[in-house]
């Protein structure tokens, strides 16, 4: 015959059965949630990741050749700015580098020499000094460290690139040529895929020589120049 202290625990141990099992089911289901929850936030925080880090490149150069024409202006060390004028050619070995030739042709003046001059007239050994022509044929090394797009004034979206220029070659000027280094940057803005406007800052740093006014030094000739670029084949 059962007692009735040891009914009172039998029914005391089913209820706190019953209360373990309603535990169980309303917390499992719960946490199972809670974890698909996670998992599609934790998939869309990746994707949103991966799509803000890469931009998908539209306009592709690479094997692509690339002609040139450019104007600016030239301002010397010695000599005051002046117009200048010239053309490039660059091919593309890969999306990042390319390998640029180019012309660039100014006149070096002497204004504020020639104002000097003639403000101080009894002075002995001061020559007037004459305008000359000045050459650059330059290669350089084109890096583009960035590529991107940007809304022009709430309209159309255009592709750019962002580059590095580092390299050499010869100035001529006045029956001198001389060797020279070269770095700059620039950048190019792409209207079509076979059309880009362009601008580039390049400093020149040579020796200059210049017998009449007894100067030898070396000097560091920067040009800023913009123009339009076409490239070849037309569609990328």
Not at 59 to 88: C, M, N, T, Y
Request: aromatic share 10%.
């Amino acid at each position: 015959m059962i007692s009735g202290g040891a009914l009172t625990h039998r029914h005391a141990s089913h209820l706190l059965a019953l209360l373990l099992c309603a535990v169980v089911l309303v917390f499992v289901p719960a946490r199972a949630s809670a974890q698909c929850v996670d998992e599609a936030l934790k998939q869309q925080l990746i994707g949103e990741r991966a799509y803000r880090g890469v931009v998908p490149r539209l306009i592709k150069k690479s094997l692509r050749h690339e002609l040139s024409a450019v104007g600016g202006w030239f301002a010397g060390d010695l000599s005051d700015g002046a117009p200048a004028w010239g053309g490039a050619y660059t091919f593309h070995f890969t999306e990042d580098l390319g390998l640029e030739a180019s012309y660039l042709h100014s006149r070096e003046h002497f204004e504020l020499l020639d104002a000097l001059i003639q403000r101080q007239q009894g002075i002995v050994g001061i020559t007037k000094a004459p305008d000359t022509a000045i050459n650059f044929f330059m290669g350089h090394l084109v890096w583009s460290m960035a590529y991107g797009k940007v809304r022009w004034m709430g309209g159309g979206i255009s592709r750019y690139d962002f580059y590095l220029s580092l390299g050499g070659g010869a100035i001529t000027e006045a029956g001198d040529l001389g060797l020279t280094g070269s770095g700059g940057f620039g950048m190019k803005f792409y209207l079509t895929e076979w059309l880009a406007l362009r601008w580039d800052v390049r400093d020149a740093v040579h020796q200059q020589k210049r017998a009449a006014l007894g100067v030898e030094k070396i000097v560091n000739d920067i040009t800023a120049t913009a123009g339009l670029s076409l490239f070849i084949p037309f569609h990328s």
